[in-house]
Nanobody
Framework: QVQLVESGGGLVQRGGSLRLSCAGF????????MYWVRQAPGKGLECVSV????????WYTDSVKGRFTISRDNTKNTMYLQMNNLKPEDTAEYYC?????????????WGQGTQVTVYS
């Protein structure tokens, strides 16, 4: 059974830092493109950052550039999101999501989420 398990969320003051982790179980982790997606209260899903499977290239939404860093350790089947200089507008439930697209076959999975709350 495939599982993505997030951890590392919490309550932090403006300007503080958190490190989120997403551990994958039951899947060939290195073959998946990995995403961090968040949902703020009363809002829709927002893709925060992406890290590719092969090249390890990354992408960030503009609002987190220079503050967040995505990384992965395929030997540990784990992805990370280092979040620095947090702002109240970063408050959201953070989910990891993964995709493996082999053309005729497509897999995708979601984690259960971890809450990040930033107070002023």
């Amino acid at each position: 059974q495939v599982q993505l398990v997030e951890s590392g969320g919490g309550l932090v003051q403006r300007g503080g830092s958190l490190r989120l982790s997403c551990a994958g179980f039951g899947l060939t982790f290195a073959a998946y493109k990995m995403y961090w997606v968040r949902q703020a209260p009363g809002k829709g899903l927002e893709c925060v950052s992406v890290i590719n499977d092969g090249s390890g290239s990354t992408w960030y939404t503009d609002s987190v550039k220079g503050r967040f860093t995505i990384s992965r350790d395929n030997t540990k089947n784990t992805m990370y999101l280092q979040m620095n200089n947090l702002k109240p507008e970063d408050t959201a439930e953070y989910y990891c999501y993964c995709v493996r697209d082999e053309g005729v076959i497509y897999w995708s999975y979601w984690g259960q989420g971890t809450q990040v709350t930033v107070y002023s």
